[in-house]
């Protein structure tokens, strides 16, 4: 069994607020290429958080790939505590709603509401002892939330048999340009 931890930026921190936002579509054919690639390396388990951006999104393009490889995989929306999203506004509320719905599996890591940081820590050594592999969608040039999480796998991936796999802007840029050609093409 092997498991991967994906995780990035948060929709607001790359400027996306809304699905048909150019920036999204890239970034989701670039999640799509490297989760294709992971499954047909043998991960079964695609284990992310719930949080907007990255995380909602790789669920969102899981689910999609479930048609190309059809019972090879599945997928887990892990939250750090009890009532994880419940200050959102209703639509995003409503996304992570649907976001665990469309999971295979979906369960809290601390059973309390958010009490202190110790339950995001606590989260993230369970993602890492419950992981192989982390792709993280992130860049170490343009700090983010995800900082937190590239730091503890850093430190534990110094320690432990642990891969680490980043996607920063320069490689979104070329995705960008890639399908930014292949749209002039099929105008052509």
């Given at each position: ?187 052509e």
């Amino acid at each position: 069994m092997s498991r991967l931890w994906i995780t990035g930026y948060r929709s607001y921190e790359l400027g996306i607020f809304k699905n048909n936002d150019p920036k999204k579509t890239v970034i989701d054919k670039v999640i799509k290429d490297n989760l294709s690639q992971e499954i047909m390396d043998g991960v079964d388990w695609i284990i992310t958080g719930g949080q907007l951006g990255i995380e909602q999104w790789s669920v969102e393009v899981a689910n999609q790939l479930k048609s190309e490889y059809p019972d090879e995989f599945k997928t887990s929306v892990m939250l750090p505590f009890q009532k994880f999203g419940e200050k959102w506004n209703d639509d995003n509320k409503m996304s992570l709603q649907r976001c665990i719905q469309h999971s295979d599996f979906s369960a809290s890591v601390s059973n309390e509401p958010y009490k202190s940081p110790i339950q995001l820590k606590a989260y993230q050594k369970f993602m890492l002892t419950h992981t192989d592999k982390a792709l993280l969608i992130y860049d170490l040039d343009h700090e983010g939330k995800t900082k937190y999480d590239y730091n503890q796998i850093k430190q534990y991936s110094d320690h432990n048999d642990y891969d680490l796999r980043m996607i920063d802007f320069d490689d979104l840029q070329e995705a960008a340009t890639e399908y930014e050609n292949s749209i002039k093409k099929f105008k052509e």
